[in-house]
Nanobody, 128 residues
Framework: QVQLAESGGGLVQAGGSLTLSCATS????????MGWFRQAPAKEREFVAA????????YYADSVKGRFTISKDNIKNTVYLQMNRLKPEDTAVYYC?????????????????????WGQGTQVTVSS
């Protein structure tokens, strides 16, 4: 069993920055891809960013490209999401997720149903 725990959310003014962390624990951890998703009230869960665990290939949603950066620390088994120039529309609960299966390309890495394990989420609120 794999456990994922997000941290780093909070309240920030528009234009500000936050860094989210996703710590993993449990069985020997070797995902293929780690992803960040978000869900705003009354909206579907949507893809934000993903990174392949070994190669470090990254994928971003168009809405965050150039503002958010996903990174990883394979020693600490932790994934990060650096969020800059935050906007009120970035307000959501942010989830990290692990995909244990082979997955190549944006289409696969951005699919909610491709991921096997999910964290509980961390709230990010951006005030205008």
């Amino acid at each position: 069993q794999v456990q994922l725990a997000e941290s780093g959310g909070g309240l920030v003014q528009a234009g500000g920055s936050l860094t989210l962390s996703c710590a993993t624990s449990g069985r020997t951890f070797s995902p293929y891809t780690m992803g960040w998703f978000r869900q705003a009230p009354a909206k579907e869960r949507e893809f934000v960013a993903a990174i392949t665990w070994r190669g470090g290939s990254t994928y971003y949603a168009d809405s965050v490209k150039g503002r958010f950066t996903i990174s990883k620390d394979n020693i600490k088994n932790t994934v990060y999401l650096q969020m800059n120039r935050l906007k009120p529309e970035d307000t959501a609960v942010y989830y990290c997720a692990a995909d244990l299966e082979y997955c190549v390309g944006y289409g696969c890495s951005s699919a909610v149903n491709a991921y096997d394990y999910w964290g509980q989420g961390t709230q990010v609120t951006v005030s205008s």
